[in-house]
Each structure stands twice: as structure tokens, then as C-alpha cells.
């Protein structure tokens, strides 16, 4: 696991400390030793997670945390807060403010490296989800942004898994005012709980009675519906050895008895809140990327998604020396069939096109309707017999067998196909497809119904 990790502390004894832990983990650390040079070092380049200290002179940690967060730039990235201060409210302060977790000094390395791989894996899925939507003009995150602002956390679905009753309601009763709460005090019966529910939280006694409490984490991450479902632990001190297994098994967070009321609620808030705004995140991803990035004929990705991937997609194989390959296919003579049948025969012969381009490429691969009955394929990490297999497979298809054109008529259709690869660092997006599409013509030229490639 690697990352680029910032450490925020005015005392340089501290920032060697903590820069030789993580190096020792093959992190990739920055450093800064005041809030206002932390918030330009985010703001002017990419970082994965913050290590903050809270007391620095002019700007303390509570005061850089809450301007990150308010920053849409840096909203998204997980900030630890490191701090001497262990009173409850302190603590408080600091989710309220929206840090993802805090340690207490002077640090343990066995939670640092737990709540920081933790935090890690945070990132790495906020940032899937952000790389999507940036392709997709960034419309739907840009909508996640506003709906966040506006996600309440209150009545919250909560589910306590603890053998101990007298506990569970303790628990039970510190949540219960702003909150649905339910216990289930057998923790064999875990996942027949959550089947079918919709719980947006489980808080999990380490001390379960006769069982593992890492067995029901487990069993829960096993259901589709409840894979990201966020979990608290509940844990003793002597604990910390399995609450640092389950860190790295995916559960969220932890919390050490004797239960805080105000830090738990903290911790619950925080959950929720992201549990919600993943929710939103993945919703409106979905949506928006449906109206925004897809033609609606035929299902695929339309020109202008395509144009905009295209580019990321070159500069990461160039930068990482991977191959990668585009096609670009026209259907045959396809003026012809919507002359002589008409224009609704002539668009049921692209959707089922479609569907057969994408039942012949793989999951990987890029398929989009370019214009008219012209279609691209962009392969990554494929080289030229790769492409040639492909491109081969997906030209048979549609020649060996007939399309439907209504009464029982059927249209012979073929398709001519070129392919260019990326083959130096002078490409660029315009002259991958150029070349693709010089290809495409020589196909079109020799006789249609086969596979060219860029003779350059």
C-alpha cells in the first residue's frame, strides 16, 4: 500500500519521528511545519492523507482541518489529527470539525499504522469514484458536493452486536435519542440481522461471549448489500492487538471502553455522514454519467466521454511504458441499408451492433459510438497481436451472421476495422485516432470486411 502522506508539525523532532515511521513503510512523505504552508501543499499538489498536529502558534490544527474541509479541492482527503490533548471534548472538537480519526501522543505505532492504512483505503476509494466523475465533465461530483452540504445524519439505522445486554443498552441509550437502534445479543444470527435491512452503521463488542467478534465482521463484508457497510468496534485495551487485524480487514473504526457519550456519538455522526455521502456520491455518479456520457441508441459512451478518457488513458501508458490500443470501426455500406429500409431498420442494426462489439471486447476495454454508424474501441495494456485477436473476433461476429430487418428479413452486414497502437511519447490523442482512422480508410479501400492496421 502506498500513498503520499503530509505531516503537519511545527517541531521538527516530531515531523523525523513520524517521517521515519511511515517511510519504514514505504510511504511517500511531505512535510510542512505550519497550517498555512500544509494548506498550500494541498492546494497545489496531490495528497492522500494528512497527519495534523493540533497545538502550532498562528493557525492550530482544528483551524487548518476545518479549511480543508471546506475546500472542495481537499474535502475528500482523510485527515488524522495528532494532538496531547485526551480530553473527550477535544476529541469532539476535532470530528466536528470533520477529521477522520485523531491519536493521542505520544504515539503508538501499532494504531498509527492501523488508523492510517485505514485511512488510506478511504482515500483510494474516494478517488475511484472522483476519477469517474472527472471523466464524465465532473458533473456528478460536482452535484455530490452540493448534496453533501445538505446530508443530515440524524436517524441513523444502528445495529449493536453484543453478547453483554447490560452494555449493548448502555449503548443503546446514549444513541437511541437521535437514532434507530437495534441489539442483537447473538452473534451467530449476524448476518440473517442484516439481510434484507438497512442499517447504516454496526457497532461490534470485541468482548462477544463463546465467538469472534472479527468472525461477524467478516460474515457481514461477505453479503453484497452490506459490503460497505460501516463498522465500529467497541474494545477493551488489551484489545489492540485484533482491533489492528480488523483495521486491516476493512472495519472502519474503533472505539476503548469505558464508552465516552460524546465521542461516540462523534464517531457515529462521522460514519453516517460518510455512509451518506458515499450513498449520494455513487447515486449521482450513476445518474448523471447515464445523461451525460452514454448515447442513448445504443448504451455506449458517447464522443464526448470518450475524447476526454482518451487522454488519461494515453498519458498513463505512456508514463508507466504500457501498451495500449485504439480501434475505430464503420459499418459497411450502412447508407445503403437506411435507404432501402428506412431509418428505424437502419438504428436497430447499430443497437444490435453494439452488442455484439461489446459481447467480443473485454471488460476492460472502452467502447463508444463516435457518430453516425462509426464506433471506437479503446484497449489498454494490449499489444498488437492482442489487438488483432480482438479486432478479428469482433469483425466475425458481425459478419457470420445476419441482422434482423423486420417480416422476417435479414441483412447481411460487415463492418472494416482500423487499429493503431501506441507506439512513442509523441503521440497524442489526435494522432492515435488519426492514425486509426488512416487505417480504417485503407480497410474501406482494399475491399471492407477486414482488419487494418497503422502501418506507421
Known amino acids: 500500500m502506498t500513498a503520499r502522506i503530509l505531516i503537519v508539525d511545527d517541531i521538527p523532532t516530531n515531523v523525523r519521528l513520524l517521517e521515519a515511521r511511515l517511510s519504514a513503510e514505504y510511504f511517500d512523505v511531505v512535510t510542512a511545519s505550519s497550517g498555512q504552508e500544509a494548506l498550500d501543499i494541498c492546494e497545489s499538489s496531490d495528497v492522500d492523507m494528512v497527519l495534523l498536529d493540533v497545538m502550532m502558534p498562528v493557525m492550530d490544527g482544528f483551524e487548518v482541518c476545518r479549511r480543508l474541509k471546506a475546500n472542495t479541492r481537499t474535502h475528500h482527503v482523510p485527515v488524522l489529527m495528532i494532538t496531547a490533548l485526551d480530553q473527550p471534548s477535544d476529541r469532539v472538537k476535532g470530528l466536528d470539525v470533520g477529521a477522520d480519526d485523531f491519536l493521542t501522543k505520544p504515539v503508538d505505532d501499532m494504531q498509527l499504522m492501523a488508523r492510517v492504512k485505514s485511512l488510506v483505503r478511504l482515500k483510494s476509494l474516494t478517488d475511484e469514484l472522483r476519477s469517474r466523475a472527472v471523466t464524465g465533465q465532473q458533473i456528478a461530483i460536482e452535484d455530490s458536493f452540493r448534496a453533501m452540504d445538505k446530508i443530515n445524519v440524524d436517524n441513523g439505522a444502528i445495529l449493536i452486536v453484543d453478547t453483554d445486554v447490560r452494555h449493548a443498552e448502555r449503548i443503546k441509550n446514549y444513541l437511541a435519542p437521535g437514532h434507530r437502534v437495534d441489539v442483537l445479543t447473538q452473534p451467530a444470527d449476524a448476518v440473517f440481522q442484516v439481510t434484507g435491512a438497512q442499517y447504516e452503521l454496526a457497532l461490534i463488542a470485541m468482548a462477544l461471549t463463546d465467538f469472534d467478534p472479527l468472525r461477524v465482521c467478516s460474515q457481514i463484508r461477505t453479503l453484497e448489500h452490506t459490503r460497505n457497510l460501516p463498522i465500529i468496534l467497541v474494545a477493551d485495551d488489551a484489545d489492540r492487538p485484533k482491533v489492528v487485524r480488523a483495521l486491516d480487514l476493512g472495519v472502519n473504526d474503533f ?98 451492433f453494439a452488442i455484439r462489439l461489446k459481447r467480443n ?96
Open 255 to 352: 472505539i476503548m471502553r469505558p464508552v465516552e457519550r460524546n465521542e461516540l456519538a462523534a464517531r457515529v455522526r462521522t460514519q453516517i455522514r460518510r455512509q451518506r455521502y458515499a450513498t449520494e456520491l455513487r447515486h449521482s455518479v450513476n445518474q448523471t454519467m447515464a445523461m451525460a456520457v452514454t448515447d442513448d441508441m445504443t448504451g455506449l459512451y458517447n464522443r464526448r466521454y470518450f475524447e476526454r478518457h482518451l487522454g488519461g488513458m494515453l498519458n498513463k501508458a505512456q508514463t508507466q511504458g504500457r501498451d495500449m490500443a485504439l480501434m475505430i470501426l464503420d459499418v459497411d455500406h450502412f447508407k445503403a441499408v437506411n435507404d432501402t429500409y428506412g431509418h428505424d431498420i437502419g438504428d436497430a442494426v447499430l443497437r444490435e
Open 361 to 456: 471486447i473485454r471488460g476492460v476495454d472502452l467502447a463508444c459510438r463516435f457518430g453516425g454508424e462509426e464506433f471506437v474501441v479503446l484497449m489498454p495494456d494490449t499489444d498488437v497481436r492482442q489487438a488483432e485477436s480482438i479486432a478479428e473476433r469482433v469483425r466475425q461476429s458481425v459478419a457470420e451472421r445476419s441482422f434482423e430487418a423486420g417480416a422476417g428479413r435479414m441483412i447481411g452486414v460487415t463492418v472494416s476495422v482500423g487499429v493503431a497502437l501506441n507506439e512513442s511519447l509523441s503521440d497524442t490523442p489526435e494522432t492515435l485516432v488519426k492514425r486509426a482512422d488512416v487505417a480504417l480508410y485503407r480497410a474501406k479501400r482494399e475491399g471492407r470486411n477486414r482488419v487494418v492496421f497503422d502501418a506507421a
